[in-house]
């Protein structure tokens, strides 16, 4: 019987409690096996009896000859230094999103990782969200035609803003729903049209008091010639499609939001019975005028993306999200970022 490969985990906020944990505890083969946190201790072993917790990333680094692999889930201005003591330590290393702060940072430490040989992926866990994965299958069965146009929206209603470094903290910390949400909704642009050659943005700030963007827009040209639109914004109050896509043969609209986030606060872990599986009033809808036609939605996969990092540890894959990718994304956020702020349409 091959032993649990052990993984080490840098933080217990949302990212660290809600996904990497119980993913991690949910895949076969690999168990939590240190976890830092300063103020959710007691938290973190009710959660993971079998973990050591520690108080820092110092004592975790102390175990890391013990370590299969680290996984880097603290705020977003950490991740660069705390991947790099990764890979120094010889450790493969799971970053979360947003990989760094800008596609610089995120470029050293890919070279960190390529020069050591170290394993290195980027937590990029929305490509397996139920309504992408359906948009991609939607777009690959050709029966939108030719696409010339995608939308995308991650909205939420947030009037008062939550008292952490996200909403408050300075540019430094690179919070705000531009690298909160915009490293997935750009992200899943690019993983369906590819590069990017203009990008022009709005990035506001709407309610009082916060010190980062909570309104967000961003227009992108693809290479290809098709144009994604995408919003994120903290005051939506009526739902808006997550997601449309036009072609020169049929329009697909899809409302909702993915599940499987919800279900992991709620208990419900990978395997249990309707893990993924949203409501079937949220099916998305394909066709032209009256003739329209229901579009079961895939189920979601979160699970799948630990049982890749597993298997690449053991030799039998690659690991599933190239950290390339993850900077090219930084690259339209930063991109963004200075459209925002000097009015302009950057080329890239």
Do not use: C
Not at 307 to 320: K, M, T, W
């Amino acid at each position: 019987m091959v032993d649990d490969l052990r993984v080490g985990i840098l933080g217990y906020g949302i990212g660290g409690r809600v996904f990497h944990a119980p993913l991690v505890a949910a895949t076969p083969g690999l168990t939590p096996a240190v976890i830092t946190t300063s103020s959710n201790a007691v938290q973190a072993r009710t959660d993971n009896p079998g973990a050591t917790v520690v108080p820092d990333a110092d004592a975790l680094f102390e175990r890391a000859g013990e370590l299969d692999l680290i996984v880097v889930s603290t705020p977003n201005r950490t991740h660069v230094p705390l991947a790099l003591r990764a890979i120094e330590a010889g450790v493969p290393v799971v970053v979360d999103k947003p990989f760094a702060p800008t596609a610089a940072e995120a470029e050293q430490v890919v070279a960190a990782a390529k020069a050591a040989g170290v394993g290195l992926t980027v937590f990029q866990n929305r490509r397996l969200d139920s309504d992408f994965l359906t948009v991609r299958k939607v777009l690959e069965s050709g029966r939108l035609g030719d696409v010339f146009r995608f939308e995308s929206r991650y909205d939420r209603w947030v009037p008062k803003p939550k008292d952490n470094w996200r909403e408050f903290g300075d540019p430094a910390e690179a919070g705000g729903l531009l690298y909160d949400l915009g490293a997935h909704i750009v992200d899943q642009a690019l993983q369906l049209f590819g590069p990017v050659t203009q990008v022009y943005a709005e990035v506001d700030r709407r309610r009082a008091g916060v010190q980062v963007d909570d309104d967000v827009f961003v227009a992108l040209h693809h290479a290809n010639g098709v144009r994604s639109q995408l919003w994120a914004s903290a005051l939506t109050g009526i739902q808006n499609p997550r997601f449309r896509v036009l072609g020169d043969q049929a329009t697909f609209t899809k409302y909702g939001l993915d599940v499987q986030e919800p279900q992991i606060k709620t208990g419900m872990r990978p395997g249990d019975d309707g893990w993924g599986v949203e409501p079937t009033a949220d099916a998305g809808k394909i066709g032209v005028g009256n003739d329209v036609k229901t579009v079961p939605t895939e189920t979601g996969r979160y699970e799948q993306f630990y049982a890749q990092v597993r298997d690449a540890l053991r030799g039998e894959g690659e690991f599933p999200v190239d950290p390339e990718s993850s900077v090219a994304a930084l690259r339209v956020i930063e991109a963004a970022h200075r459209s925002g702020v000097e009015g302009i349409v950057v080329e890239l």
